[in-house]
């Protein structure tokens, strides 16, 4: 499909997977489950810094497709956890407060990696339609 951009983060399971962790197609930007993982592969144990990074990945998976925050249109967060729900939710607002996409949280018994607590993944458009800039 000509017009496809595709964002990566350098993740490993990506080239293994095949998949990028954003794809940008016209003024839609879908950013893919996002864990909670810094370059080193490390990993915080607290809910609420693994929301915050995880949120640090997919903002800058948007700006590279020409997005920001505003632009967001929907989150799904996964959360281990639902006394982390609370927190969780509070870094979100932190990002996406003025925008207020639709959002859904969901508790599941278990993400890919044993220390995640948190995976995010969100939705924007950009241009006439979305608000941001158009490319």
Same mark, same amino acid.
């Given at each position: 499909?000509?017009?496809?951009?595709? @964002?990566?983060?350098?993740?490993?399971?990506?080239?293994?997977?095949?998949?990028?962790?954003?794809?940008?197609?016209?003024?839609?930007?879908?950013?893919?489950?996002?864990?909670?993982?810094?370059?080193?592969?490390?990993?915080?144990?607290?809910? $609420?810094?693994? $929301?915050?990074?995880?949120? $640090?990945?997919?903002?800058?998976?948007?700006?590279?497709?020409?997005?920001?925050?505003?632009?967001?249109?929907? +989150?799904? +967060?996964?959360?281990?956890?639902?006394?982390? $729900?609370?927190?969780?939710?509070?870094?979100?607002?932190?990002?996406?407060?003025?925008?207020?996409?639709?959002?859904?949280? @969901?508790?599941?018994?278990?993400?890919?990696?044993?220390?995640?607590?948190?995976?995010?993944?969100?939705?924007?458009?950009?241009?006439?339609?979305?608000?941001?800039?158009?490319?």
């Amino acid at each position: 499909m000509s017009g496809r951009q595709r @964002v990566s983060s350098g993740s490993p399971y990506e080239a293994t997977i095949g998949f990028s962790r954003a794809v940008r197609l016209g003024n839609r930007v879908v950013v893919s489950g996002t864990a909670p993982v810094f370059p080193d592969g490390s990993c915080p144990d607290d809910a $609420a810094l693994q $929301a915050r990074r995880c949120l $640090a990945i997919i903002t800058s998976a948007l700006a590279e497709a020409g997005a920001t925050p505003a632009d967001v249109l929907r +989150t799904r +967060t996964f959360l281990t956890d639902r006394d982390d $729900a609370e927190a969780v939710g509070r870094v979100h607002g932190e990002v996406f407060g003025a925008a207020r996409p639709a959002a859904t949280r @969901v508790v599941v018994a278990a993400l890919l990696d044993p220390r995640w607590r948190v995976e995010i993944e969100a939705e924007a458009m950009v241009g006439p339609d979305g608000g941001g800039p158009s490319r």
